[in-house]
């Protein structure tokens, strides 16, 4: 990889580092309920190769994006985007990064940057999550800044929320930088405790699929902070700080108390949510995992109907899969496209996988990408150079 280094800045790195992309395998839309997830690092990873620099310049290259190197100066950095305002560029998360690092109060300067990710972007699949964990790694390292990696994974939260002006909870981050192999983690987000929970679907005759159904729909660009902005609503109805503060046991009388009615399906959602994942880790605990597919397509027809973020093609997956023998399916993700996961046992993987595709073309849609998701390593150093 350090070829791609000394082609864009005629020099050699000083180290390699990578962060991976996640798949969530159940609690969708609770992060920033302060609720409870389940995600799992893939194999996908963002890589960094980067050196130093002590002018206070920082430069952006990416392999996978048009544009050439992006040049910016750290002391210029502010939350309006690195291009004056335009924050759609991939340039904003590992800038929102530095911009995060340095108003923490760690003295973060200059540097330059290659990427190259194999993490599907626009896939639901935290690409960008990748990106930002990556890049403070990364600097941490250059800059003998000591982080550990629950408060890095909050700080790129913060350069996602504030820099970037994308209304994300913490999972994403977290998930990339704590994740550990053959392991799906258990995370609190009100208080970031997380315990990593053994996920060996392959000892259990299991596979997980993903299957990215390549489609972004641009409902989703402003339904998430919709989304978020109701959640909050609904529990400033209930006068309580966040949803996680509602009981699973208490929800139909909170339900009746929320005069909007528009609210009651997005606090049911959350509620509900926090509940599959408590369920999943009992079943994981007690090795059926197989059980585990019910509760997948469960929460897949609570984000559909009550939090309304599926779509067309995400309902095609888990309806395919499941009339075709997989335990459970459902969306992962924030929606409107993106992607799925199916729980199969190993012996039906490539029907089932098959079952999809055909499905997709005989609605005429584009074929999507279906692929196995095994638990990798968070965030780690590569190599030095």
Not at 210 to 234: N, P
Not at 363 to 385: C, I, N, S, T
């Amino acid at each position: 990889m350090t070829d791609g280094f000394r082609e864009v800045y005629g020099a050699t790195p000083q180290g390699v580092w990578a962060a991976p992309g996640r798949v969530n395998l159940i609690g969708e839309h609770t992060d920033y309920n302060d609720g409870l997830v389940m995600p799992l690092a893939l194999p996908h990873t963002c890589r960094v190769e980067a050196a130093r620099r002590d002018d206070g310049v920082l430069r952006l290259h990416s392999a996978d994006a048009p544009g050439g190197v992006t040049e910016l100066h750290v002391d210029g950095l502010a939350p309006q985007g690195p291009t004056g305002g335009d924050r759609g560029g991939w340039a904003a998360y590992p800038a929102g990064v530095v911009w995060a690092l340095r108003a923490a109060g760690h003295r973060v300067g200059g540097a330059d940057l290659h990427f190259e990710s194999s993490v599907p972007t626009g896939a639901g699949l935290s690409s960008s999550a990748a990106l930002e964990v990556a890049t403070a790694l990364a600097l941490s390292d250059l800059y003998g800044v000591e982080l550990p990696a629950p408060r890095l994974a909050e700080l790129c939260r913060h350069a996602e929320n504030d820099f970037v002006g994308v209304p994300c909870g913490v999972m994403d981050q977290m998930a990339s930088a704590c994740c550990t192999s053959g392991h799906a983690m258990y995370l609190d987000t009100r208080d970031l405790t997380r315990r990593q929970v053994p996920f060996d679907l392959a000892a259990q005759g299991l596979r997980l699929l993903v299957v990215d159904t390549r489609v972004k729909h641009a409902l989703g660009d402003g339904a998430y902070a919709e989304r978020r902005a109701g959640c909050e609503a609904g529990a400033a109805a209930l006068g309580v700080g966040s949803l996680r503060d509602v009981a699973y046991g208490d929800l139909p009388s909170a339900l009746e108390r929320i005069e909007d009615e528009s609210l009651r399906p997005l606090v049911r959602h959350v509620v509900t949510e926090n509940e599959r994942v408590e369920r999943t880790l009992r079943l994981l605990d007690a090795g059926e995992t197989h059980a585990v597919g019910p509760v997948l397509t469960d929460g897949h027809a609570s984000l559909r109907d009550d939090f309304a973020v599926s779509c067309a093609e995400l309902d095609l997956v888990v309806a395919a899969s499941n009339a075709n023998g997989a335990l459970g399916a459902r969306m992962t993700g924030g929606g409107f496209g993106g992607s799925a996961i199916v729980l199969v046992r190993a012996a039906d993987a490539d029907s089932v996988s098959k079952a999809v595709v055909e499905a997709f073309a005989a609605a005429g849609h584009r074929e999507p990408r279906v692929f196995e998701a095994v638990p990798g390593p968070g965030a780690r150093r590569l190599a030095d150079v």
